[in-house]
């Protein structure tokens, strides 16, 4: 994997990274009702990298608390996504991100997964 850009606060994360046909956003920290819209922006920017042949994989997995706020950027994400034709796929490897996930039902709706590892496409 090839890193784009790193970009950090006190409170949250980023760093996006190539992996073949996806676009990878590594999230790491607490995303709640202070850090929800840098969390929308974020996934904003690294949709711009996606198209109809690549997938935007969020990594979740070094989260360490996902507040509602959090879930509710995420679904607004998957119907940006779905509106535009392309794939969004989470990485929910962490019981911060799992549990949140799964109690809501979200599951059903987004795409999710509980290693990167599942969450790269294959390559050719």
Request: net charge negative; no cysteine.
């Amino acid at each position: 994997m090839t890193s784009a850009h790193h970009t950090s606060d006190d409170d949250l994360n980023f760093r996006q990274e190539t992996a073949g046909p996806a676009t990878v956003l590594r999230v790491t920290g607490q995303i709640d009702s202070d850090t929800a819209a840098r969390f929308r922006q974020r996934l904003a920017d690294a949709r711009q990298d996606v198209d109809a042949e690549t997938t935007l994989v969020v990594d979740l997995s070094g989260v360490t608390y996902m507040a509602s706020p959090g879930l509710s950027v995420l679904i607004e994400a998957h119907n940006e996504h779905q509106r535009l034709g392309t794939r969004l796929r989470v990485v929910a490897g962490s019981r911060a991100t799992r549990v949140p996930i799964m109690t809501t039902g979200l599951h059903a709706q987004l795409d999710v997964v509980i290693t990167l590892a599942l969450a790269l496409p294959p390559t050719s």
